[in-house]
T-cell receptor, first 116, second 110 residues
C-alpha cells in the first residue's frame, strides 16, 4: 500500500542512452513533482504537474521530459544520458497545487541513476 | 537559493530532547516554515510546518520566535530511528517549490 512508488529503484546505464523512470501515487493527489538529489546531497525541484498540466519547470536541460498520462502517474524520460545526470531522482505528490492550501508533499523512495 | 541556515550536524542522546535550530532572518510575512527529514537516502518525510504560532503534532514541536527570524524543531524523546538529515524550509504562500538547503545531520546515539 505504498503511497508514492517509483520504478526502477536502481538504474545503471551507459552514456548516450535514453531511459525512463516511472512514478505512481495512490493517494488521489492532483499534483506530482520530480526532484533531483545530486552527489553532494542537494535536493532540487525539477518539475511539477497539476492535473496533468505542467506547472513548474525549473532550469532543466530539455533532454529531460516529464510525461503525465493521468493524475496518478508522472514519468520522467531522459534522452542522451550524460555522466552528470547520475543522481537520485525523487518523485513526490500533494493534494493540490500551492496557494492557500500549502499542501504537504509526500515523497517516493527514489531512483538511483548511475550513468557510466 | 535556500533562505535558511542550519548547523551542519548535531548529536543527541537517545531518550533526550533534540532541539534543531534554524535561522531564516529574511523570511517574509506570508512565508511558512516547513521541516522535512531524510533518513538515510530515503525520500524526504514531512514533519511539521508553521507560520507564526508554535505548532505540535505527533512527531515534533515547532517553536517560532516572535520576530519569525528563527525557529526550533523539537523532537521530545529522540530515538535511534530519528537519525536523519533535517531540513528547515521557508515556503512562499503561493508556491509549491520546496527549496532544500543543506540541512542538519542529527545523530542519535544510545
Amino acid at each position: 500500500d505504498t503511497a508514492v512508488s517509483q520504478t526502477p529503484k536502481y538504474l545503471v546505464t551507459q552514456m548516450g542512452n535514453d531511459k525512463s523512470i516511472k512514478c505512481e501515487q495512490n493517494l488521489g493527489h492532483d499534483t506530482m513533482y520530480w526532484y533531483k538529489q545530486d552527489s553532494k546531497k542537494f535536493l532540487k525541484i525539477m518539475f511539477s504537474y497539476n492535473n496533468k498540466e505542467l506547472i513548474i519547470n525549473e532550469t532543466v536541460p530539455n533532454r529531460f521530459s516529464p510525461k503525465s498520462p493521468d493524475k496518478a502517474h508522472l514519468n520522467l524520460h531522459i534522452n542522451s544520458l550524460e555522466l552528470g545526470d547520475s543522481a537520485v531522482y525523487f518523485c513526490a505528490s500533494s493534494q493540490d497545487f500551492g496557494g492557500a492550501l500549502l499542501e504537504t508533499q509526500y515523497f517516493g523512495p527514489g531512483t538511483r541513476l548511475l550513468v557510466l | 537559493d535556500a533562505k535558511t541556515t542550519q548547523p551542519p550536524s548535531m548529536d543527541c542522546a537517545e531518550g533526550r530532547a533534540a532541539n534543531l535550530p534554524c535561522n531564516h532572518s529574511t523570511i517574509s510575512g506570508n512565508e511558512y516554515v516547513y521541516w522535512y527529514r531524510q533518513i538515510h537516502s530515503q525520500g524526504p518525510q514531512y514533519i511539521i510546518h508553521g507560520l507564526k504560532n508554535n505548532e505540535t503534532n505527533e512527531m515534533a514541536s515547532l517553536i517560532i520566535t516572535e520576530d519569525r527570524k528563527s525557529s526550533t524543531l523539537i523532537l521530545p524523546h529522540a530515538t535511534l530511528r530519528d537519525t536523519a538529515v533535517y531540513y528547515c524550509i521557508v515556503r512562499g504562500y503561493n508556491t509549491d517549490k520546496l527549496i532544500f538547503g543543506t540541512g542538519t545531520r542529527l545523530q542519535v546515539f544510545p
